[in-house]
C-alpha cells in the first residue's frame, strides 16, 4: 500500500515562503524511516535536516514541493478571516501534492484547530477517493509525515539563506525576532513600501508601515 505523508513550514513567518512538501513511500519502507533517524524536525539540526533530506528524497518513490509566495499568501488573506483563509489555502495546496503522488492513505499535519474539518477541506479538493489522516503534531506521530516536514523545513531554510546572501541579515523571518523587524523597519523607511518577499497583510507589517508613514508626515 502506497502512504504519503504531506507537512508544512513556515506558516507564521512574516518574511519568505509558506512550503508544503509531501513524500511518497511503500507503507512496507516506513521503517526505513526511522532507521535514518527521522523524526520531529523540530528536535533536529539545520545539518542534520539537510543530512535527511537528502537521504528521503533518494529513498521515497516520489515527493513534491510545493512554494506559496508572500503575494498569494495575502490575496488570500485579505480577503476574509485570516486563519480560515490560510487553511483553505494550505488544504488545497496540499490536495494539489496528494494528487501528484496519489497514495491509498494520506497523513497530514493538520494546520486547523478541528482536524477532522481540515481533512475534509483537503478531500474537497480531490478529485479521487483516498482516505486522509489528518491530525495534530501528526509530524511528531507518524515518520512519514516526519520525512514531508524536514523537507519542507530544509527547502524554506534555503529560500531564506536566498534572501540573507541578498538583502543582509533579516532574521528568522518571524516578527518575534527582533532582527527581522528592525530589517522591515529600515526597510520601509528608505524605500515607503515592502519587497515581494514580505507578507504585507501581517499585522506586524501594517504596523510598522503606519509608523513609518506617521514619521514621514511629522517631518512634512
Request: glycine share 6%; aromatic share 8%; hydrophobic share 40%.
Amino acid at each position: 500500500m502506497l502512504v504519503a505523508g504531506v507537512d508544512d513550514a513556515g506558516r507564521g513567518p512574516i518574511i519568505g515562503p509558506l512550503v508544503i512538501a509531501g513524500v511518497l513511500f511503500d507503507d512496507g519502507d516506513v521503517p526505513k524511516l526511522v532507521d535514518f533517524g527521522v523524526k520531529d524536525s523540530k528536535r533536529l539540526s539545520p545539518r542534520r535536516r539537510e543530512e535527511l533530506a537528502a537521504q528521503i528524497k533518494e529513498s521515497a518513490l516520489k515527493y513534491h514541493i510545493e512554494m506559496l509566495s508572500p503575494a498569494e499568501i495575502d490575496k488570500v488573506v485579505e480577503t476574509g478571516k485570516k486563519l480560515y483563509r490560510l487553511n483553505r489555502l494550505e488544504a488545497r495546496t496540499m490536495a494539489k501534492v496528494i494528487t501528484i503522488l496519489k497514495p491509498a492513505v494520506a497523513y497530514v499535519d493538520a494546520s486547523d484547530v478541528l482536524p477532522e474539518r481540515f481533512g475534509q477541506h483537503i478531500t474537497e479538493n480531490l478529485t479521487f477517493r483516498i482516505q486522509i489522516v489528518s491530525e495534530h503534531k501528526a509530524d511528531v506521530k507518524y515518520p512519514v509525515v516526519s520525512a514531508a516536514a524536514i523537507i519542507a523545513k530544509v527547502e524554506r531554510d534555503k529560500a531564506l539563506s536566498a534572501l540573507q546572501k541578498k538583502y543582509g541579515n533579516l532574521g528568522c523571518g518571524y516578527a518575534t525576532d527582533t532582527r527581522t523587524i528592525r530589517f522591515l523597519e529600515d526597510w520601509i523607511r528608505k524605500f515607503g513600501s515592502y519587497p515581494d518577499f514580505v507578507r504585507k497583510s501581517w499585522k506586524p507589517a501594517k504596523r510598522l508601515k503606519r509608523e513609518a508613514e506617521a514619521e514621514q508626515t511629522k517631518l512634512i
